[in-house]
């Protein structure tokens, strides 16, 4: 029963975003639970029916999101040649979480390809996994081997799970509505009028879209995560503190976890990963976040916003500095302000709706950069400066010093602790049902 009811639950809060949506979700589901089972039952051919379910599994993808981008860059190309090509009907909205969804259901049928998991036979138990609320619209993205274990068995209430759970959401709740919403305000003034404003405008603005993102999607992850909690399922953890690694390949161990675990055992492995001629791994590196660009959305940005992060990974590689190590504190200090510079800059692509526009937005900065900060509003200002400071010191004491002592223990300090943050949410935080950045890939 509980099941069922996880199942309608997912289903009709996920129709709330729009109902016909719904049948592209059981779509999804229905072709990667019918092609797990025929990889298992055909192993001689299995290759062939991965090949087929992946295919017709990746089609609602390629049709809501990316068919138009490639219909009009087709079309521009043609119009070179004095060919005129049009396709129209295309520019539907496209299925929330779709992205997410369809990587998880992929994911599971390369998991039955390759051995690592069995192919699930109870549909419902399927259905639960791939459509389980918490995770469907951002995710983390599951592994079948992690999440349908806990669906097949029972899951009584967990106390002690239920309230690390609630603190999950509520610190969340407070990166997302008192940190990320609050910055967003600066950040959308600025980059939407970044001619109007000062180099220094436009650099503090590209510093707050970095921390925006950051508070947003890994907001939105503990609240995933902590939501299933409550309901005795374990999520894997999405941010691991990302803005302190020493370097962009360790970024990308620390920043949306699960997809980067995706991109590893689904492009970068199977392409032959390191275990090949270093030339061959640098092209690895670059075609697996080409990847990662395109899956952020259908737009020339993203791709070139992921070629950048493979760029730096490579350079990274040929000079030996890929591996963090465990250096100084000066050096180690030195290597983040180096790796938090790299991924802010890349960070100005994905954020503008274009590539002149990006190109135009550095551009200013650099003619512009020698020049005073401009207060746009004092009050969004004095918030920001009241909130900023809680997440730095929860963040450092935790990347820093938690091995020393932390006041997890004493329920009288977190008891303070969340009190503070829960009053803090309801007195700066945005609270105007704001729609999570990372809900539009």
């Not at 219909?71 to 992205?99: R, V």
């Not at 920043?255 to 270093?278: A, F, T």
């Not at 010093?401 to 977190?414: I, T």
Request: charged letters at 15%; glycine letters at 8%; a positive charge.
């Amino acid at each position: 029963m509980k099941k069922w009811y996880l199942i309608a639950a997912s289903y009709l809060i996920y129709m709330t975003f729009y109902v016909f949506h719904a049948l592209v979700l059981a779509y999804v589901t229905g072709v990667t639970y019918m092609g797990a089972i025929k990889i298992e039952e055909k192993p001689s051919q299995k290759k062939k029916w991965l090949w087929v379910f992946l295919i017709a599994s990746f089609l609602p993808l390629f049709g809501f999101k990316y068919l138009k981008f490639f219909a009009e860059s087709t079309s521009t190309m043609l119009g070179w040649l004095g060919i005129d090509f049009h396709i129209y009907g295309l520019n539907w909205m496209i299925p929330i979480g779709i992205s997410f969804y369809t990587l998880q259901a992929v994911a599971y049928m390369v998991e039955v390809y390759y051995g690592k998991a069995r192919a699930e036979r109870s549909f419902t138990d399927y259905m639960l996994f791939i459509s389980f609320f918490p995770h469907i619209v951002c995710g983390p993205i599951s592994l079948a081997s992690e999440l349908l274990p806990q669906i097949k068995a029972p899951q009584p209430f967990d106390q002690a799970l239920a309230t690390r759970g609630l603190k999950r959401v509520v610190w969340g709740m407070f990166l997302k509505l008192a940190i990320a919403d609050r910055i967003g305000i600066f950040v959308d003034y600025v980059y939407g009028n970044f001619k109007i404003f000062t180099g220094m405008d436009c650099v503090v603005a590209s510093l707050g879209y970095s921390l925006q993102i950051y508070a947003d999607f890994a907001g939105y992850s503990l609240m995933a995560i902590g939501i299933a909690n409550t309901l005795g399922y374990h999520l894997v953890n999405n941010f691991n503190r990302p803005y302190f690694s020493l370097t962009v390949s360790e970024f990308w161990n620390r920043w949306h976890i699960s997809l980067s675990r995706w991109l590893k055992y689904n492009i970068y492995i199977p392409l032959g990963g390191n275990r090949c001629s270093k030339a061959r791994n640098y092209f690895n590196i670059i075609v697996t976040f080409f990847v990662s660009g395109i899956w952020h959305g259908a737009n020339w940005t993203f791709f070139f916003w992921g070629l950048l992060h493979g760029i730096a990974q490579v350079i990274e590689k040929m000079l030996g500095v890929h591996k963090a190590g465990n250096p100084s504190m000066p050096i180690k200090l030195m290597r983040i302000a180096i790796t938090f510079s790299i991924v802010n800059f890349a960070w100005i692509f994905f954020r503008m709706p274009s590539l002149s526009k990006a190109f135009d937005f550095i551009g200013h900065i650099g003619a512009n950069f020698f020049s005073s900060f401009t207060l746009t509003d004092e009050t969004n200002l004095l918030y920001v400066l009241l909130v900023l400071p809680i997440l730095l010191i929860v963040d450092v004491w935790e990347e820093f010093f938690n091995e020393r002592s932390h006041f997890k223990g004493n329920k009288y300090l977190s008891w303070a602790f969340y009190i503070g943050i829960v009053l803090i949410i309801m007195s700066v935080g945005v609270i105007d049902a704001g729609q999570f950045i990372y809900a539009n890939f």
